[in-house]
C-alpha cells in the first residue's frame, strides 16, 4: 500500500554499493533507517519512476548480484507502480511497509540508464555527471529554524526528500556559498551542532570542503551523498548578512520558505550524490 498518514520529507532513496552513483542497492530511508527495497513484482515501470526520482535517467533493470550479509532492514516488496498514477516509490502500490519485507536473496539491484548532462567544474572543465558522486540530479536549496530566510539550518531537497549537511568540516567558506546561493549577502557565521535545531531525514552532505567560490554547495567537494556518518545533532548551518543583491544563480536555485518549490535544472556548460 502506498504511504500515508507520515512525514514525506523523511523519505529518501539511495542506490548503495555500485562504482557509479546510478547503480547499485536500492534502499528506501525510512522510520530513521536505510533498508532495503525487495526486487519482486519490479517492474519496468517501477524502475523508471525509480531512476527518475534519483536523477538517473529514465529506465532501468534489475541485476542478479550476491547480497552482502548484515544489511540491515528490508522495508517494502511487492512495489507495483502505476505510469499515470505515481510519481515517486512511495505513491506506488505495495505489501505493508515493515522491516522484514524481503526474503534471503530478494534485495533489489538496479542499473539505471544514467545522465549524460555536462555540468561545469569550477575550472570551467565539463564534469561528466553520469560517472561521479559529485553531481546530484536534481538539488535545491533552503533554510530553516532560523530568524529569517537569511539564517537558518541548511537542507537540501535530492531524491525526493529533504535533508541536511553534517557539520564535520563545516566554515565560514562553506557558508559563504549558501548565502551566495540564497542571495543573501557574504555570510557572517557558520553556525554548527544543530544551533537551528536538528532537521529530519538523510543527512545528506558530510566533509564539506568549498573554497568560498564555489557555484553551488553541491560543487564542493564532500563524501558521497548520503553516505556520510553523521546524526542530526550535528546539523550545520549559516547566518548570512542579508545584504540581498542580486542572486549569484538563477532563481530557481534557491527555495525561500513559503514559495512554491522547483526543482531546477541542472547547470549546463555553456548540479549530489547517492
Same mark, same amino acid.
Given at each position: ?12 532513496? @539511495?542506490? @548503495? ?30 524502475? +523508471? ?51 522484514? +519485507? ?77 548565502? @551566495? ?94
Amino acid at each position: 500500500m502506498p504511504l500515508s498518514g507520515i512525514d514525506l520529507e523523511s523519505v529518501a532513496l @539511495r542506490l @548503495r554499493g555500485g562504482t557509479q552513483r546510478c547503480a547499485g542497492w536500492l534502499d528506501v530511508f525510512y522510520n530513521g533507517t536505510w533498508g532495503a527495497v525487495c526486487s519482486n513484482a519490479l517492474q519496468d515501470i517501477s524502475m +523508471s519512476i525509480i531512476c527518475k526520482q534519483l536523477g538517473c535517467g529514465e529506465q532501468g533493470w534489475l541485476e542478479n548480484r550476491p547480497v552482502p550479509t548484515g544489511s540491515g532492514p528490508s522495508w517494502v516488496d511487492n512495489i507495483e507502480c502505476r505510469r499515470l498514477r505515481n510519481s515517486t516509490l512511495w505513491q506506488c502500490p505495495s505489501a505493508p511497509w515493515h522491516p522484514q +519485507s524481503c526474503a534471503p536473496g530478494e534485495e533489489a539491484w538496479i542499473t539505471c540508464a544514467g545522465v549524460s548532462e555536462k555540468m561545469m567544474q569550477d575550472s570551467g572543465e565539463p564534469l561528466n555527471c553520469s560517472s561521479t558522486h559529485s553531481c546530484p540530479g536534481e538539488a535545491v536549496l533552503r533554510v530553516r529554524g532560523g530568524e529569517d530566510g537569511c539564517s537558518g539550518r541548511v537542507e537540501l531537497w535530492h531524491a525526493g526528500s529533504w535533508g541536511t549537511v553534517c557539520d564535520d568540516s563545516w566554515d565560514l567558506a562553506d557558508a559563504e556559498v549558501v548565502c @551566495r546561493q540564497l542571495g543573501c549577502g557574504p555570510a557572517v557565521d557558520a553556525p554548527t551542532g544543530a544551533t537551528f535545531g536538528p532537521g529530519s531525514g538523510p543527512v545528506w552532505l558530510d566533509e564539506v570542503g568549498c573554497r568560498g567560490s564555489e557555484a553551488s554547495l553541491w560543487s564542493c567537494p564532500a563524501e558521497p551523498w548520503g553516505l556520510g556518518d553523521c546524526g542530526h545533532k550535528e546539523d550545520a548551518g549559516v547566518r548570512c548578512s542579508r545584504d540581498r543583491g542580486p542572486p549569484a544563480l538563477p532563481p530557481a536555485l534557491a527555495h525561500t520558505p513559503g514559495a512554491p518549490l522547483a526543482h531546477p535544472p541542472a547547470l549546463k556548460a555553456g548540479n549530489l550524490p547517492m
